[in-house]
């Protein structure tokens, strides 16, 4: 099976930086993504790490270690519209050898003023 | 608006019914899968087709789902004797190729509330 864990609540101030952290179990890793969801709508893809090291796009990075089975999303210069929740997703060799997404239970943001 | 569209958005139905869902996904896309997310928590694998194919199914899936992709493009997702328990927002994601899976397109999602 797969385990993930993540902060469940994030408080940060409008323009700071934050960092949302994520540790995991799985037996088939290739790689951890990153999504965002707003309250009412649809995960959207963030990021994604198959190697160990840090994927820049735009204001948000994305970190991964896989010999600690760790990772982290980094959300610079925030902004009121960055409140939402943000799911780490291990994509995982899963029973049937394919590859499928187990989502973390996720991480509420909300930014202030 | 990801291009994945899901009928209906909305589904109140009584204790026992059986349900139904539609998942129109990306037409270009062979992989699709089925979520379901609770409050507070993050999508939970139900399963997913490659065209028309069911590959894997979660163990954690009742006996009373059923999915089906029969020709490949839209798919359907069956509850039957529907409970309390199933009250859930039911996602469906797609994607093009099993190697860009770590990127799913997810549609709006329908939201079942039995009574």
């Known amino acids: 099976g797969q385990s993930l864990e993540q902060p469940s609540e994030v408080t940060a101030v409008e323009g700071a930086i934050v960092q949302i952290n994520c540790t995991y179990q799985t037996s088939g890793f290739y790689g951890l993504s990153w999504y965002q969801q707003h309250d009412g709508g649809a995960p959207t893809f963030l990021s994604y790490?198959?190697?160990?090291g840090l994927e820049e796009t735009g204001r948000f990075s994305s970190f991964l270690s896989r010999s600690d089975s760790y990772g982290y999303l980094l959300l610079q210069e925030l902004q009121m519209k960055d409140s939402a929740s943000y799911f780490c997703?291990?994509?995982?060799?899963?029973?049937?050898?394919?590859?499928?997404?187990?989502f973390g239970t996720g991480t509420r943001l909300t930014v202030i003023p | 608006d990801t291009g994945v569209s899901q009928d209906p958005r909305h589904k109140i139905t009584k204790r026992g019914q059986n349900v139904t869902f539609r998942c129109d996904p990306i037409s270009e896309h062979n992989r699709l899968y089925w979520y379901r997310q609770t409050l507070g928590q993050g999508p939970e694998f139900l399963t997913y087709f490659q065209n028309e194919a069911q590959l894997e199914k979660s163990r954690l899936l009742s006996d009373r789902f059923s999915a089906e992709r029969p020709k490949g493009s839209f798919s359907t997702l069956e509850i039957q004797r529907t409970e309390q328990g199933d009250s859930a927002m039911y996602l469906c994601?797609?994607?093009?190729?099993?190697?860009?899976?770590?990127?799913?397109?997810f549609g709006p999602g329908t939201r079942l509330t039995v009574t």
């Open positions: 790490n198959a190697l160990d």
């Open positions: 997703a291990v994509r995982d060799k899963g029973r049937s050898g394919a590859n499928n997404l187990f």
């Open positions: 994601a797609s994607t093009a190729l099993a190697s860009s899976s770590y990127e799913q397109y």
